[in-house]
């Protein structure tokens, strides 16, 4: 059986742009990647023929996709400014660290309520990194939520 055409079945996160992570952040990019493995919708503009492999990466304060063919032809290499970003993923790491401190003692409607302001700022950055995908990368938004948990990744390594 072929892979879909339109997706990624391979995903690198760059080893230079990590660092130190703590333990729920590793969970949450393990989790994002698998979840993107098993389902994700994306094609990048032009004439390429996926499936395709993706190696993400932080480059002089520059979000890179580097996007391949599933046999490691180069695609093409994208990159993004990463300060119209900036914003949401600090607001998301305040957020996720709230949650993480919730859960350890607050009431069960404590957690929902910041679990629920979590994962509104989750897709306000996944569709903030849609529009700055438009014309470059097609991405249906689940995949965009799962890219945009390893840009906070990626993101925060870098800043450690």
């Given at each position: 059986?072929?892979?879909?055409?339109?997706?990624?079945?391979?995903?690198?996160?760059?080893?230079?742009?990590?660092?130190?992570?703590?333990?729920?952040?590793?969970?949450?990019?393990?989790?994002?990647?698998?979840?993107?493995?098993?389902?994700?919708?994306?094609?990048?503009?032009?004439?390429?023929?996926?499936?395709?492999?993706?190696?993400?990466?932080i480059e002089d304060d520059r979000?890179?996709?580097?996007?391949?063919?599933?046999?490691?032809?180069?695609?093409?290499?994208?990159?993004?400014?990463?300060?119209?970003?900036?914003?949401?993923?600090?607001?998301?790491?305040?957020?996720?660290?709230?949650?993480?401190?919730?859960?350890?003692?607050?009431?069960?409607?404590?957690?929902?309520?910041?679990?629920?302001?979590?994962?509104?700022?989750?897709?306000?950055?996944?569709?903030?990194?849609?529009?700055?995908?438009?014309?470059?990368?097609?991405?249906?938004?689940?995949?965009?939520?799962?890219?945009?948990?390893?840009?906070?990744?990626?993101?925060?390594?870098?800043?450690?």
């Amino acid at each position: 059986m072929s892979e879909a055409p339109d997706r990624i079945v391979r995903i690198d996160l760059d080893a230079a742009s990590m660092g130190p992570g703590d333990v729920n952040a590793d969970h949450e990019r393990r989790v994002a990647i698998a979840d993107l493995l098993e389902a994700n919708s994306f094609r990048p503009s032009g004439e390429a023929d996926g499936p395709f492999a993706l190696r993400l990466a932080i480059e002089d304060d520059r979000l890179v996709f580097d996007v391949r063919q599933d046999d490691d032809t180069p695609v093409r290499a994208f990159v993004f400014a990463l300060g119209p970003l900036r914003r949401i993923i600090k607001d998301y790491f305040l957020i996720c660290e709230s949650y993480y401190e919730a859960v350890r003692d607050a009431p069960l409607a404590q957690i929902e309520a910041i679990d629920m302001g979590r994962r509104g700022v989750h897709n306000e950055g996944s569709t903030l990194l849609r529009e700055r995908l438009s014309g470059k990368i097609e991405v249906d938004f689940d995949t965009a939520r799962r890219l945009f948990t390893l840009i906070c990744a990626l993101h925060r390594r870098a800043a450690s």
